[in-house]
T-cell receptor, first 111, second 113 residues
């Protein structure tokens, strides 16, 4: 059974204070690791897909990296508008096309 | 390209009633998945449809069902509603063939009283 654990559960940063969110996973045959951003009351917004260890992707102030056991979402010089819950999900060979999500990290960036 | 749309956005129902939620995927996407999101359980997979066929089902009781139409639009139905069914129901679409990113709609907020 695929498992995803995200840490920390909540993170408060000052504007401009860089940090990283962690996603640890257990999956049989990784087909993809996905990062989403979710604002309150809205559906998750797709950010990145990572397929293999060593892969990195960037978008504005966000950079996602992947190892064989975990992924990190690095946030550089965050702004208040980056405040949201960040969700990590995996899909493996045995998961029959469903995504298994972590419980998310609630990020608050203070001005 | 228009995103995933879900209707209605908000719904209030009474215990014992049934409800039908609708989802229109991104144009060209043939796979539609449904998820239930609650504060305690997070995002949990309900089922996935591709070309009108259910390909996978999560660990939910038979009161939860769905279908997909030939235009890829999908509906999910919950019968005999319980208080614990109160949640945000999310629909996600993907192209469906070896492309695994899923794009989510805004969700339907269901409240059961």
């Amino acid at each position: 059974e695929d498992q995803v654990t995200q840490s920390p559960e909540a993170l408060r940063l000052q504007e401009g204070e860089s940090s990283s969110l962690n996603c640890s996973y257990t999956v049989s045959g990784l087909r993809g690791l996905f990062w989403y951003r979710q604002d309150p009351g809205k559906g998750p917004e797709f950010l990145f897909t990572l397929y293999s260890a060593g892969e990195e992707k960037e978008k504005e102030r966000l950079k996602a990296t992947l190892t064989k056991k975990e992924s990190f979402l690095h946030i550089t010089a965050p702004k208040p508008e980056d405040s949201a819950t960040y969700l990590c999900a995996v899909r493996g060979d045995g998961s029959a096309r469903q995504l298994t999500f972590g419980s998310g990290t609630q990020l608050t960036v203070l001005p | 390209k228009a995103g995933v749309t879900q209707t209605p956005r908000y719904l209030i129902k009474t215990r014992g009633q049934q409800v039908t939620l609708s989802c229109s995927p991104i144009s060209g996407h043939r796979s539609v998945s449904w998820y239930q999101q609650t504060p305690g359980q997070g995002l949990q997979f309900l089922f996935e449809y591709f070309s009108e066929t259910q390909r996978n089902k999560g660990n939910f009781p038979g009161r939860f069902s769905g279908r997909q139409f030939s235009n890829s639009r999908s509906e999910m139905n919950v019968s005999t509603l319980e208080l614990g069914d109160s949640a945000l129901y999310l629909c996600a679409s993907s192209p469906g063939q070896a492309v695994y990113e899923q794009y989510f709609g805004p969700g339907t907020r269901l409240t059961v009283t």
